[in-house]
């Protein structure tokens, strides 16, 4: 019986719903704004400035549109991974029903739907809910094509987008290739197939060569700190919300796959789901021993692959055992999963908060430097026109007296001696960098009175100077070469009179 229309708008209404509930609770994070900033770039802009080697362009560039036709609110920027995150249900639903029917359909969909890991990510201005949709798109493609031997190139398709979408998006295709490889080798003699992949694979030169300096240059790993059994384990965790349901899940898992694999003569459709997730996730288990790539937002594709292996092999538990299974996995999933996930930057509000108390004619300091960029959207949002980073800065300088800096050198001479009073937001740094020249430097002219441990590896400095401000602050000032950028706007700095360091 085909599956009908009603039953997908019901999975993705209810995807939707679960997705836009408390989306704003989350501060947005650095990764987020960092995509808020760059879709402030016109297209043309977009493509080659993440084609330089950060990310691909096709998030970016859809977030583009999003806002101009939404805005940039947290809600509006959120909403657009909302609906890919819904769409990736859907099409866990469809991968389901195809390979095990409406069991293994709704229970791979529901699985997604009430993992804490797909609550975080799907709602994140980030590119990873595309990412999941894109990917359970390609193995429905994939498996039209192996199956009916059409939609070659609505497979080929999905497969570009997945990797103009995030460079993790690559290990699809590579599986794809290998199963197709192992199951249906004449496809390689095949002409279409070949002049399709040529053109995927020309069109995707520029960002496979980026992919692969990014590879080579991520540091390596001592083995065993994320790729061990103990690190599969808690990946695996990550995936299933809480250890009882993982430890639940993995004996589903287990005893599906022994009861959908007991026989060799199965159709091919049986067997991919175990590829798209096992073939994925050991084989970056391999790779994280080697480069650091070993956490869950990269591992998405293999993720998409463990829902729908997942559902496949609690639908194929003996039909009077199989709703008492599904029942307490169910339990025990929803009651850990987290509705409201506090997100990588739950210590954003409390530093902010902190941050408003600073006068505006105090310096802050921001280590490290690209720090700047994360709090432009709490500072300077909305953007009145787009501009580069060295512009932001300027602008965070001249509205806030906001400066990034790694080293005592990266900061304007004239401008550190012209004020009474420093604010040193340290996020980490002095852990990375022990004896780092910042700290040292400053402490020549500058007392430090306090510290405030704002959250996780954030730290606030208070330093007051020693002496008198050097400079005449209320008087132009000197038009030196270090600071000449930042007289463009005539808008002279006002100190405070000097603090006692009591």
């Known amino acids: 019986m085909p599956l009908r229309w009603w039953e997908r708008g019901l999975v993705f209404g209810l995807a939707l719903a679960v997705r836009l509930y408390g989306i704003t609770e989350a501060p947005l994070w650095s990764d987020e704004i960092f995509s808020w900033f760059v879709a402030h770039f016109s297209p043309g802009r977009i493509v080659p400035y993440l084609l330089e080697g950060n990310n691909p362009p096709l998030w970016e560039l859809l977030l583009h549109g999003w806002m ?61 809910a595309l990412l999941a949709c894109l990917t359970t798109l390609s193995h429905i493609a994939f498996l039209h094509w192996i199956t009916a031997r059409r939609g070659l190139l609505l497979w080929v398709l999905s497969l570009a987008l997945l990797f103009y979408t995030h460079y993790m998006g690559v290990w699809v295709g590579l599986l794809q290739l290998a199963y197709l490889l192992w199951a249906w080798p004449a496809a390689f003699w095949q002409s279409a197939f070949w002049a399709a992949f040529v053109g995927l694979a020309v069109g995707a030169l520029g960002p496979v ?109 003996p039909k009077r055992i199989r709703p008492f299974a599904a029942g307490g996995l169910l339990l025990l999933w929803i009651g850990s999963w987290e509705a409201t996930p506090s997100g990588p930057a739950a210590d954003y509000p409390r530093i902010l908060q902190r941050l408003s108390q600073k006068p505006s004619n105090q310096l802050l300091i921001l280590s490290p430097p690209w720090h700047t960029l994360t709090w432009s959207y709490y500072l300077l949002h909305p953007i009145q026109e787009p501009c580069d980073l060295k512009c932001l800065d300027k602008q965070m300088y001249y509205q806030h007296r906001v400066i990034g800096a790694a080293y005592y050198a990266d900061l304007p001479p004239c401008h550190v001696e012209a004020v009474d009073t420093l604010w040193w937001l340290d996020m980490g740094y002095c852990e990375a960098f022990p004896h780092g020249a910042l700290p040292e430097m400053l402490a020549q002219r500058f007392l430090p009175i306090q510290v405030e441990p704002l959250g996780k590896k954030a ?37 405070l009179p000097q603090r006692s360091t009591r």
């Open 68 to 128: 101009r036709l939404w805005g940039e609110s947290v809600a509006a920027m959120r909403s657009l991974a909302a609906l890919c995150s819904a769409g990736a249900a859907v099409g866990l639903y469809e991968l389901g029903y195809r390979t095990g029917g409406r069991w293994a359909g709704a229970s791979a969909a529901i699985a997604w739907i009430f993992s804490s890991f797909g609550q975080s990510v799907g709602r994140e201005a980030r590119a990873y």
């Open 209 to 317: 060569v980026v992919f692969v300096e990014r590879l080579w240059s991520y540091p390596t790993l001592q083995a065993g700190t994320y790729a061990s059994l103990e690190g599969a384990y808690n990946l695996l965790w990550a995936f299933s919300n809480q250890p009882v349901p993982t430890i639940a899940a993995l004996i589903v898992l287990g005893v599906g796959m022994a009861l959908r694999l007991r026989s060799l003569s199965q159709p091919l459709t049986v067997s991919y789901p175990y590829w798209a997730f096992w073939g994925i996730f050991s084989f970056l288990w391999v790779v994280g021993h080697f480069a650091a790539i070993w956490q869950p937002r990269y591992l998405m594709s293999a993720a998409m692959g463990y829902y729908w292996a997942l559902g496949l092999s609690l639908a194929a538990w």
């Open 459 to 495: 730290f606030l400095w208070l330093w007051v100077a020693t002496e008198p401000p050097a400079l005449d602050t209320r008087s132009p000032l000197p038009a030196d070469s270090s600071c000449a950028e930042f007289h463009s706007k005539k808008e002279p700095l006002q100190t």
